[in-house]
T-cell receptor
Framework: GENVEQHPSTLSVQEGDSAVIKCTYSDSASNYFPWYKQELGKGPQLIIDIRSNVGEKKDQRIAVTLNKTAKHFSLHITETQPEDSAVYFCAASKTSGTYKYIFGTGTRLKVLA | EADIYQTPRYLVIGTGKKITLECSQTMGHDKMYWYQQDPGMELHLIHYSYGVNSTEKGDLSSESTVSRIRTEHFPLTLESARPSHTSQYLC???????????FGSGTQLSVL
């Protein structure tokens, strides 16, 4: 069936360093790839998304890259800060019909001060 | 800030009790979803609705049921709770034609 693999499951970085989280999807018809951040005690919140007609998108310290051929997409966080510590989920979806997401398994990011 | 609310925030109950987890949104979204999040963090879709009187089962089999009598309200019910139902339950909504999900803060359910 359709699935999204996400790596690593945990990631610790020093404050100021960069963090990279990678996802691989199986359904080649997927064309929408959001990233969600879940802080402790809260529901996930969308932080950035990318569509299949774009290779890269950036929003301040956060960027996402997409390689459709390889079916890979990645989240890049630069100049990490303690408030970036959270669980991050990638997802893949088809924007026709149901919009049902296939979520990755999550990455727990810890930024060490 | 998303206008989607879940109550209760925490619930501890005994086996065999009937419970209803509430979810309401004030954004007028047609689509609503229930996800179950296990301690390993994974999110599993258990129910969704595309509008009033529309409900569908998700990818993960669940003994819970849902109803959608009003656009803003999407409650989840367990007729007889068991310890295996212990989990975090997250409600979400999205606007028709848009992919962004808005999540509530979740209900942490513990069944003893």
């Amino acid at each position: 069936g359709e699935n999204v693999e996400q790596h690593p499951s945990t990631l610790s970085v020093q404050e100021g360093d960069s963090a990279v989280i990678k996802c691989t999807y199986s359904d080649s018809a997927s064309n929408y790839f959001p990233w969600y951040k879940q802080e402790l005690g809260k529901g996930p919140q969308l932080i950035i998304d990318i569509r299949s007609n774009v290779g890269e998108k950036k929003d301040q310290r956060i960027a996402v890259t997409l390689n459709k051929t390889a079916k890979h997409f990645s989240l890049h966080i630069t100049e990490t800060q303690p408030e970036d510590s959270a669980v991050y989920f990638c997802a893949a979806s088809k924007t026709s019909g149901t919009y049902k997401y296939i979520f990755g398994t999550g990455t727990r990011l810890k930024v060490l001060a | 800030e998303a206008d989607i609310y879940q109550t209760p925030r925490y619930l501890v109950i005994g086996t065999g009790k009937k419970i209803t987890l509430e979810c309401s949104q004030t954004m007028g979204h047609d689509k609503m979803y229930w996800y179950q999040q296990d301690p390993g963090m994974e999110l599993h879709l258990i129910h969704y609705s595309y509008g009033v009187n529309s409900t569908e089962k998700g990818d993960l089999s669940s003994e819970s049921t849902v109803s959608r009598i009003r656009t803003e309200h999407f409650p989840l019910t367990l007729e007889s709770a068991r310890p295996s139902h212990t989990s975090q339950y997250l409600c979400a909504s999205s606007e028709q034609g848009h992919e962004k999900l808005f999540f509530g803060s979740g209900t942490q359910l513990s069944v003893l």
